[in-house]
């Protein structure tokens, strides 16, 4: 049996989940809703405040799928209760970061500027030129943008300049060293 999938997910006050057929899932709460289409084959029951997700059968496949559909039910109830944040740091001499109404300008050493729209359900603040902080209720929406955001100027191995997460650690590499 699945550690993770036999697990039930307990649904806090304000959250309320419903199952349509076909395993389509929906999750609506003080953040917002979120909606998503599972794995035909899972059992997904909600029953006395909280969700549970069985497997029909014993085969590879259901056994992955368990602990996996589970854990996408989770993360929809996290996200629409506290939401899903990540932190960006900008490292380098003149690079930095703003936001002009939906969207966000990066200055990356670029001949211009890079502008990056906001997607909807997500939203971008800048603190500090060289912060940017990415939130919102879809984990996968909001890590995607980050990724995306990052990957505009990945962090170099030399100087340590670019875009890195906050917990990220840069393993830097020493340069050339002259002949003598």
């Known amino acids: 049996m699945s550690r993770i999938g036999r697990m039930p997910i307990t649904i806090p006050a304000g959250v309320n989940v419903s199952v349509e057929g076909n395993n389509v899932v929906t999750v609506k709460g003080p953040n917002g809703t979120l909606t998503k289409q599972l794995h035909k084959d899972m059992i997904i ?3 006395n405040g909280s969700v549970i997700v069985k497997r029909p059968s014993d085969i590879k496949m259901h056994k992955a799928l ?19 944040q990540k932190n960006l740091e900008i490292n380098g001499v003149g690079y930095r970061a ?4 939906k969207k966000l300008v990066l200055s990356l050493g670029y001949s211009h500027p890079v502008e990056m ?8 603040e800048v603190p500090a030129p060289n912060k940017i902080i990415v939130k919102g209720a879809d984990k996968q929406a909001v890590g995607e943008f980050a990724a995306q955001i990052r990957s505009k100027r990945p962090p170099e191995p030399y100087k340590g300049k670019g875009i890195k997460y906050e917990t990220e650690v840069i393993r830097r590499k020493e340069g050339k060293t002259g002949k003598k």
């Open 45 to 47: 029951k909600v029953e």
């Open 66 to 84: 368990h602990g996996l559909t589970r854990t996408l039910i989770a993360n929809m109830v996290t996200g629409v209760t506290a939401g899903y």
């Open 98 to 101: 703003q936001k002009q109404g």
């Open 117 to 124: 729209e906001e997607p909807a359900g997500i939203t971008v």
